[in-house]
């Protein structure tokens, strides 16, 4: 099977512009150990696009098993982008939501009569748009936090003692996730200049355990992969992510009874989850809320192959022939650091 595995950011679709620096090291994190698993796999042909200003992938250094095009200018990354996609039989889609773009590629491989070996364009939606995924997790009885649009604040305004969080309406990690201790200064913020066409949410900040959950689901159930402690820093009044701890919390700070359940409810409330899913978190002494839904790869998949002692590719390829797989008893699920 010909499996084309897209990283937007290191593809070469932004080769006519400077690469962001974080978001290319946590993509290029991402593609390299996929593609490492995929490449571990029999009958797997990989196609790969790689922006020429990047390193080589040494999974495919000389195999001529696989297929990687380098792109050094926006014309040839239409050729080579179109190719991949028509010789494809199935596609693995990893890209920020922002702007639409993550629905945009999965519903092109749609468009296209391939495997999409993730998230239906839909279910990106809903999960993209913090306000409408706030919306519909409440529905079911699922706590995130209170979640209006900016537009909204001056006739739907709260308080929040603990301070304010800012963030873009689909907005990807901790990108442009501000921090405001006071009312006034949010509000000052609010009514600048340079914000009045911003698409942003406003939610309480709450103090907590940050994590997130790595999940393979199948639309219809889940299986819980890890429990990650996120590493998350907040200075000058700006939220930024420094990586996570595959596996590493005890079962003490967040049971996998309780993340398996919750998994579950994230399910039935959400149509179209399907793929390798991240949930993030905040777990207080009494309350659990669900912050995001990333319906794609996350950074936790990085360490992931070594905390399972699994390969996590041959997981999602056994799902799509065979349905959701069970990890056997023995999986020990040991903790690993992936920093960014």
Known sequence: MKVFVYEHITSGALIDQPLPSSLAYEGNEMLTAIVHDMAQLIDIKLIILRDSRLKPLLDIIGNPHHQCSIIDNPPLFQLHYASAMNNADAVIIIAPETNGLLQTLQQSVLNHGKQLLGCQPLATQVCTD????????????????????????????????????????????????????????????????SQTNQQNVIQPYIEGNALSLTVLSDQHAS?????????????????????????????????????????????????????????????????????????????????????????????????????LPTLPISTHRKAIEVLI
């Not at 429990?227 to 595959?246: D, M, R, T």
């Not at 360490?303 to 799902?319: D, R, V």
Request: net charge negative; with cysteine.
């Open 130 to 193: 913090k306000a409408l995924c706030y919306q519909q997790l409440t529905a079911n009885n699922i706590t995130s936090p209170y979640t209006i649009l900016a537009s909204e604040w001056l006739f739907n305004s709260f308080n929040s003692p603990s301070g304010f969080v800012v963030k873009p309406n689909d907005g990807a990690g901790c990108i442009d996730t501000l921090f405001f201790a006071e009312r006034s200064a949010l509000e000052s913020w609010l009514t600048s200049p």
């Open 223 to 323: 299986c819980l992969l890890a429990i990650n402690q996120q590493y998350i820093k907040l200075a000058k009044g700006q939220f930024s992510f420094h990586g996570c701890c595959v596996n590493g919390i005890v079962e003490a700070q967040f049971s996998l009874l309780k993340a398996t359940d919750l998994i579950q409810k994230i399910d039935h409330a959400i149509a179209g989850l399907w793929g390798f899913i991240g949930i993030d978190l905040i777990v207080t002494n009494d309350e659990t809320y669900v912050v995001d839904i990333n319906p794609r790869v996350t950074t936790a998949y990085v360490g992931l192959n070594e905390s399972l002692n699994l390969n996590p590719a041959k997981l999602l390829l056994t799902m799509k022939k065979h349905g």
